[in-house]
């Protein structure tokens, strides 16, 4: 059975209190502790093999080599070169059998001050900053060759636009954003001019309907009229701001379908009326509001262009007010989406 620590202590300092001082001092001197004895211990009670042990290693140290003194003179008259003395002493010291491990400094380790050190931070956070702005600084535009088609190959069939070259014009159409198309409209002062340009219907062979001059708001009373309607609507109903928005309230109702395409318009201070080709994804009845997926323009190197969703789904939830046109389910060929009934 094991005694605790804290248990034995404490028994061995009762037992240790309660010891007479004559026994403890007897028991020194039978040990042969105080005052010291040698031969308490008889040797016929030691082991014998232990003691033969004992004996030789005591042998061994008190058998000292020492040199004699030899009284020659021939001895006398030598003399001892430095040489003789240094070999001497270098065969006395005995070789240590472990070899000692060498300490290995790494490659490029130095030592220096505190002012180097900031100097050398300052110049790598330098460098990280000129990194980060030759990064941010947008990369020049490569200008993209077009070939020019004759009316040969235009009146061609479909076939010649099997593999069409297509050009990004970057018009990502996001409603959120409402960045200025690349089709630039210079001589154009009516905002409703610059949306008639940026949505400019033609069809995929690269022709333009016939109808197109007459659906033109510069050239036709028709188109006028229905401007000044818009804008006497618009003048009837309240506005309001959203976000940066103007958006003024359409009275017209429309026969919404889920996967239908529509125009919608934003109007926005600096850059004025702005339309978008979305596909309605959900409808909110309640909230007279609509889930849409917005398209991208694309143009083509024979005049014509077509709409394309893009990669990343550009969504947004507009209101029915903003609702300019429904159009018609278009062809479709290779992902790309051939509007012809945009202004009808």
């Known amino acids: 059975m094991r005694i605790p620590k804290k248990e034995f202590a404490t028994l061995l300092g009762s037992v240790w ?6 026994i403890i001092e007897s028991g020194f001197r039978k040990a042969g502790i105080m005052p010291f004895n040698r031969n ?21 140290e008190n058998n000292i080599e020492i040199d004699e003194v030899n009284h020659n003179p021939e001895n006398q008259n030598n003399r001892l070169s430095f040489e003789d003395i240094l070999l001497e002493t270098v065969k006395q010291r005995p070789l240590s059998a472990t070899n000692q491990k060498r300490k290995r400094i790494a490659q490029g380790a ?3 001050t505190a002012t180097e050190v900031s100097e050398r931070i300052e110049n790598e956070t330098q460098k990280k900053l000129k990194q980060m702005c030759k990064k941010t600084q947008p990369s020049p535009k490569k200008k ?4 020019k088609y004759s009316t040969s190959d235009t009146d061609s069939s479909e076939e ?19 960045e200025e198309d690349d089709l630039n409209t210079e001589n154009s002062e009516d905002t409703h001019h610059e949306n008639f340009e940026n949505l400019r219907p033609e069809h995929v062979d690269g022709h333009i309907p016939e109808n197109f001059e007459d659906m033109h708001p ?12 818009t804008n006497n609507d618009d003048k009837e109903c309240n506005s309001h ?15 919404l379908r889920l996967e239908d395409f529509i125009v919608i318009r934003f109007d926005r201070k600096d850059t004025g009326i702005k339309c978008y080709i979305g596909k309605i994804l959900e409808i909110e009845h309640e909230k007279d509001t609509l889930y849409c ?8 190197n024979n005049g014509s262009h077509s709409y394309v969703f893009p990669d990343n789904e550009d969504l947004s939830i507009v209101e029915k007010n903003q609702i300019v046109q429904v159009l018609d389910t278009p062809p479709i060929r290779r992902g790309h989406y051939y509007f012809k009934d945009i202004f009808q």
């Open 17 to 22: 209190g309660n010891v007479k001082p004559e």
């Open 144 to 147: 993209v060759k077009t070939k």
């Open 40 to 60: 308490v211990v008889p040797k016929e009670k030691f082991d014998p093999e232990a003691w033969k042990r004992w004996e030789l290693s005591q042998n061994k």
């Open 293 to 300: 997926s917005f398209m991208r323009l694309k143009r083509h």
């Open 218 to 229: 510069e050239n036709t009373s028709l188109d006028e009229g229905q401007l000044e309607e």
């Open 160 to 178: 010649n636009l099997s593999d069409p070259q297509y050009i990004d014009t970057e018009d990502d159409l996001d409603p959120e954003d409402f």
């Open 110 to 112: 130095e030592v220096i």
């Open 241 to 255: 701001s959203e976000g940066g928005m103007n958006i003024k309230k359409n009275s017209k109702k429309w026969n």
